[in-house]
């Protein structure tokens, strides 16, 4: 099994920034794409930005020219750079990472547990 495991969320003002931490741990025989999803209230989750293994990176538009996604491969770890929050950022953000526990098993899509992140205007 893979567990994921967030940090750096909290409330911060317009304009401000964050950065997120999402670190895989576990069973691991490999991961592929690691990424962020968000869930406002009342909303379905959505895609923030994605990252492969080879760093090859996705963005919702939304979120273009102010977050930056990164990943450490050898510590099995992703970032989420937050610049120029605004308040309609304000969410649960969510870490996804696609991979494998063995090299037989099937791939698998695992999720963290969530962190808060609130933008006040």
């Known amino acids: 099994q893979v567990q994921l495991v967030e940090s750096g969320g909290g409330l911060v003002q317009a304009g401000g920034s964050l950065r997120l931490s999402c670190a895989a741990s576990?069973?691991?025989?490999?991961?592929?794409?690691m990424g962020w999803y968000r869930q406002a209230p009342g909303k379905q989750r959505e895609l923030v930005a994605t990252i492969t293994t080879g760093g090859r990176t996705n963005y919702a538009d939304s979120v273009k020219g102010r977050f930056t996604i990164s990943r450490d491969n050898a510590k099995n770890t992703v970032y989420l750079q937050m610049n120029s929050l605004k308040p309609e950022d304000t969410a649960v953000y969510y870490c996804?990472?696609?991979?494998?526990?063995?090299?037989?098993?099937?791939?698998?899509?695992?999720w963290g547990q969530g962190t808060q992140v609130t933008v006040s205007s």
């Open positions: 996804n990472a696609d991979g494998k526990t063995g090299w037989k098993d099937p791939r698998g899509d695992y």
């Open positions: 576990g069973s691991i025989w490999i991961i592929y794409t």
